[in-house]
């Protein structure tokens, strides 16, 4: 007769429920994965797949049982380090959305706005076309295979129940979320300028014709040529967008540290 103790059963549910906490809670914070409109179910579903792959390579655990004060503290430690590690590549994808919207403003384009299911909010219009070209050279490159490789790397880097997080993983996440601003505004810098420089001549223009309808005419001209300047750029989009993101794989890496 099979015999199984209640030490092994806190064994097999530890194996199960703390990396499944950490994959689960990185598809809920990830780009694309945790787009609200991508079914719970879907997400759930993937995050058991994951984790029946991932769970048998994974370092020994800790000999604590999951509902004891400690496993719950391991626990939400993995739900941490999920959301975090999701976040950190979800900011990728909010900085190719600023840059978009920073050119959509320059454009005259900043009232056109449409709604993000993503970050359910309103964005312009020139933000969201960019944030799906992201998305399809994201996918295209394999970038959602990228990130599942990273996270099993994670739970090397960091075993389960190994040590608390330290204030460098922290601080690597701030830093990481900083320097998304500055690549939004790198990004966005050819269109700002070719746009800056359009409409300092229509300012001359105005000045050396002044009955001229500048409003009437200024507003086509921006966008034609603002358009034409970002179909101009796309073939320079794809190479900067892959090494944010591998920048942003290094962040997830580097938030994975435990206090030395």
Known sequence: MLTVTSAQLDVWLAAFLWPFTRILALLASAPLAGNQKYPAQAKVGLAVLITIVVAPLLPPLPAVAPDSAAGLAILVQQLVIGLAMGFAMRLVFTAVEMAGELIGLQMGLGFATLYDPQNSTQMPVVGQFLGLIAALAFLAANGHLVVLSVLADSFNVMPIGASVLGPGAWKTLASWGGSIMYAALLLS?????????????????????????IFAVGFPVTLMIGFGALLACMPYFTPVLEGLVRNGTEAMLGFAQPVR
């Open 189 to 213: 810098l050819p269109l700002i300028a070719v746009l800056l420089t359009v409409n300092l001549a229509l300012g001359v223009l105005s000045r050396a014709a002044p009955q001229l309808n």
